[in-house]
């Protein structure tokens, strides 16, 4: 698959990575058949639940599911008409109006431009939020579905998520809500609890490897096989990597995680220092330390071994990196942070 040029109109889509194309216009989804399965046994058994609650690591293909799921309800409605495995051509009129973002029945809610000061947006506002009850309120477009995709519902603000749960409590007919999450737990109880969930689960390294010899053919394989390793079981946070400094921060996190007992401290003020100077460096870094751990953190936990401990972890840092985005904090500061909860428990538990 060749890389795409940047347009300006791309820069701001958060869910987009860089030179490759946006999930609306993927025909494919690799892996994560079972959760495939679930959806399609739903939609076209003719009663789909009102709202979904697609979770899994950034670029894990959350929204690539999103969008089938949504092509073929607004193709062929809850039934058994379209393929079983929710497949539509990608020159399939609703195909296409989707990737022109121009089809009636869909609504996609995510941050963009703040039209005050033209920078991107840290949350995903009420505002965007109440335009559910226009657009649900709307007759149904074609296909008698009218179908909304939060991406990712972790963005919103607390009004925002107040807004959305009075949607989720008053369902229309013939309409679907799609709440993608990295992080569920974030989310209100409340939300998660009107939401069916599928999870996406981390990919086999061989298949993350497979698929970037397809996207990246120029690469050598040895870095390919070190992209699949460092990726996490994602195929977008591999292509992240390969991008710029992508797998320089991922191969940080992991050692970060390696050393957690006794961290070089002049290293990580470098570190800090380095993240400050990388376009959504903070953001990027927090995302490849929390795969990391989530991955360990689940080994531990096949193997038998007590993993609520370093579980409870991951989640405090989920909550500091969410924090540091929101509120812009410095980098440097942020990443001290981590190392001190990190070095904390690997003395209190011993390392993953």
């Not at 607390?158 to 993608?180: C, G, R, S, T, V």
């Not at 990295?182 to 996406?200: F, M």
């Not at 531990?300 to 991951?314: F, H, K, M």
Request: aromatic share 4%; glycine share 10%; proline share 7%.
């Amino acid at each position: 698959m060749a890389r795409r040029s940047r347009s300006t109109e791309d820069e701001f889509e958060s869910d987009r990575i860089a030179g490759f194309p946006h999930p609306r216009e993927a025909e494919a989804l690799l892996g994560h058949q079972q959760a495939q399965a679930l959806a399609a046994q739903a939609l076209r058994g003719g009663r789909p639940p009102h709202a979904w609650l697609i979770t899994g690591p950034p670029g894990a293909g959350k929204a690539t599911l999103a969008y089938r799921m949504a092509r073929y309800l607004l193709r062929f409605g809850a039934t058994a008409d379209g393929p079983a495995d929710l497949s539509v051509p990608m020159d399939d009129p609703v195909a296409r109006q989707i990737v022109a973002r121009a089809h009636p029945g869909l609504l996609v809610l995510k941050r963009g431009l703040n039209p005050r000061t033209g920078r991107p947006q840290t949350e995903l506002p009420v505002d965007e939020v109440r335009r559910l009850s226009g657009f649900f309120g709307m007759t149904a477009g074609a296909g008698g579905w009218r179908i909304a995709i939060v991406d990712p519902a972790d963005d919103m603000n607390e009004n925002a998520a107040n807004a959305l749960l009075k949607q989720l409590e008053e369902p229309p007919e013939n309409a679907m809500l799609l709440l993608l999450s990295h992080r569920p737990g974030g989310l209100l109880p409340t939300i998660r609890s009107r939401c069916r969930r599928l999870d996406l689960r981390p990919l086999p390294e061989a298949l993350v490897e497979e698929a970037l010899s397809r996207l990246l053919p120029d690469m050598e394989r040895e870095e390919r096989a070190a992209l699949a390793r460092l990726s996490g079981g994602s195929i977008g946070a591999a292509l992240t990597m390969a991008d710029g400094e992508g797998a320089l921060l991922a191969g940080e996190a992991d050692r970060l995680i390696e050393s957690a007992r006794d961290p070089d401290l002049v290293a990580l003020h470098a570190l800090g220092e380095k993240i400050g100077r990388i376009r959504d460096g903070l953001s990027l870094y927090g995302d490849f330390l929390i795969q990391a751990l989530v991955a360990r953190v689940r080994a531990r936990a096949r193997a038998g071994l007590n993993a609520e401990g370093w579980a409870r972890v991951t989640a405090r840092l989920e909550e500091l990196f969410a924090r540091a985005d929101g509120l812009n904090l410095e980098p440097r500061q942020t990443v001290w942070t981590a190392a001190r909860l990190l070095s904390g428990a690997a003395r209190r538990m011993g390392g993953l």
